[in-house]
């Protein structure tokens, strides 16, 4: 099983990236997808979950309205759009899976998890 992410880099204040989380060896259809990010010195933040199975989505409020979880089981791909970024929201990001369906917006127990992109939002 691998999970891959990609998408990250630097952007100003206010701008905008689109995540991708690539995965092979497993059907995204049969798990919920989750995004994490951690950033120096913070705990690690699960913020955005998406069920495989039927497209359910949620999202802890500091990212509500600015990020979108999306799905392609066809490309057995997780997107994360990332709107009107901030300083904040600079971090690795990780997305990882769980058999089944969303427990909320925040996964409770992996069963794998992608190697993490970097996301920095200049001032």
């Known amino acids: 099983v691998q999970l891959v992410e990609s998408g990250g880099g630097l952007v100003q204040a206010g701008g905008s990236l689109r995540l991708s989380c690539a995965a092979s060896?497993?059907?995204?259809?049969?798990?919920?997808i989750g995004w994490f990010r951690q950033a120096p010195g913070k705990e690690q933040e699960g913020f955005s979950c998406?069920?495989?199975?039927?497209?359910?989505?949620y999202y802890k409020d500091s990212v509500k309205d600015r990020f979108t979880i999306s799905r392609d089981n066809a490309k057995n791909s997780v997107y994360l759009q990332m709107n009107s970024l901030k300083p904040e929201d600079s971090a690795v990001y990780y997305c990882?899976?769980?058999?089944?369906?969303?427990?909320?917006?925040?996964?409770?127990?992996?069963?794998?998890w992608g190697q993490g992109t970097q996301v920095t939002v200049s001032s």
């Open positions: 060896g497993l059907s995204l259809a049969d798990y919920a």
């Open positions: 998406i069920s495989g199975i039927d497209g359910s989505t």
């Open positions: 990882a899976v769980e058999f089944g369906i969303c427990p909320g917006y925040k996964l409770v127990r992996a069963d794998y």
